[in-house]
């Protein structure tokens, strides 16, 4: 694990923000939100890979989400920062704050991984990857 310090020199002010300190980006600020090429979306922090493309889904919401994450990839823990309880969403490997879930999202889950875009990044599958 990294002290705060190297997370901060790792780390955009926005990426420490939200990854680090349970932030969240304005809606439909993103570009991963509009990421529509064939690859993984993976953590900001420690490149983990979190998400596969054919599991994101445009909610409308104006934050990139996913109904089913890599399995193994991600952790929960319940935020009570709101009103009521949250389901908050964590990176498997090095703790950072990705978004919440939801249960509220499409076939075949019904769950919505509503995720921070600043939290992730997207490597675009290759030309010979088999899923591309």
């Known amino acids: 694990m990294k002290t705060e310090a190297e997370w ?14 349970h932030g969240t980006e304005r809606a439909g600020t ?7 090429r064939t690859g993984v979306f993976h953590c900001a922090g420690c490149a983990q890979p979190l998400f596969e493309s ?5 909610s409308g919401t104006g934050w990139p989400s996913f109904f089913r994450p890599i399995e193994g990839a991600i952790a929960t823990s319940t935020d009570y920062a709101m009103i009521y ?10 703790g ?11 076939e075949p889950t019904g769950l919505r991984y509503c995720m921070n875009g600043v939290a992730l990044g997207f490597e675009a599958a290759k030309p010979d990857d088999p899923k591309a």
């Not at 901060?8 to 300190?21: A, C, D, G, H, S």
């Not at 950072?96 to 499409?106: A, M, N, Q, R, W």
């Open 54 to 58: 054919d599991a994101k889904f445009d």
């Open 8 to 21: 901060r020199q790792l780390l955009t002010p926005e990426q420490f923000r939200v990854l680090r300190k």
């Open 30 to 36: 993103s570009p991963l939100n509009y990421e529509h």
């Open 85 to 94: 309880p949250r389901t908050e969403v964590h990176c498997g490997r090095c």
């Open 96 to 106: 950072g704050h990705l978004g919440h879930v939801f249960k509220d999202g499409p």
